[in-house]
T-cell receptor, first 114, second 112 residues
């Protein structure tokens, strides 16, 4: 079974803090993704990584950065958290084989920025 | 990006069938997916259909695909209270090597 884990289920941070969200997958997947989920908006892609040290902006990258130093780990960084970044953050991974885009999700991190 | 559209809410009585509808945009999508999200959890893959199929059945789940209208539906037979969740449809994005475009999700509430 694919396992995707996220470092925290719930986080409370203050405006201006630097926030790190960690994601680890154990299936040797090349692709990893960070989404945020907001009611009525579904999942919006923040960043995508298709290999170690490789990254690509998604639909809403502003205010976020990412790091992929090892294949199994993909970190999302909020350089200076703001209240509009309060959201549910979901990490996913998938193998990079054409025609097999099934993504496997972690349990999510609910972030509250005060 | 392009939009995948779903209705936001569906209420269904326990034991009835649920039908969740989705329209997608990329006629070249290879796969179309249904994911389920239970409260406080991540997304769990429910089922998927290859674009050259028009129907797939898996126990209580039936997926119908109408490529001409770019319409995807998920039917859940004999809906149970444990089926209460948010259901997302997603399409693979052509030549994106792994990206999916998700709909906004349909909240399904099953009433006794």
């Amino acid at each position: 079974d694919v396992k995707v884990t996220q470092s925290s289920r719930y986080l409370v941070k203050r405006t201006g803090e630097k926030v790190f969200l960690e994601c680890v997958q154990d299936m040797d997947h090349e692709n990893m993704f960070w989404y945020r989920q907001d009611p009525g908006l579904g999942l919006r892609l923040i960043y995508f990584s298709y290999d170690v040290k490789m990254k690509e902006k998604g639909d809403i990258p502003e205010g976020y950065s990412v790091s992929r130093e090892k294949k199994e780990r993909f970190s999302l960084i909020l350089e200076s958290a703001s209240t509009n970044q309060t959201s549910m953050y979901l990490c996913a991974s998938s193998p990079r084989r054409r025609g097999t885009e099934t993504q496997y999700f972690g349990p999510g991190t609910r972030l509250l920025v005060l | 990006g392009e939009d995948v559209e779903q209705s936001l809410f569906l209420s269904v009585r326990e034991g009835d069938s649920s039908v969740i509808n989705c329209t997608y945009t990329d006629s070249s999508s290879t796969y179309l997916y249904w994911y389920k999200q239970e409260p406080g959890a991540g997304l769990q893959l429910l089922t998927y259909i290859f674009s050259n199929m028009d129907m797939k059945q898996d126990q209580r789940l039936t997926v119908l695909l109408n490529k001409k209208d770019k319409h995807l539906s998920l039917r859940i037979a004999d809906t149970q209270t444990g089926d209460s969740a948010i259901y997302f449809c997603a399409e693979s994005i052509t030549d994106s090597w792994g990206k999916l475009q998700f709909g906004a999700g349909t909240q399904v509430v099953v009433t006794p």
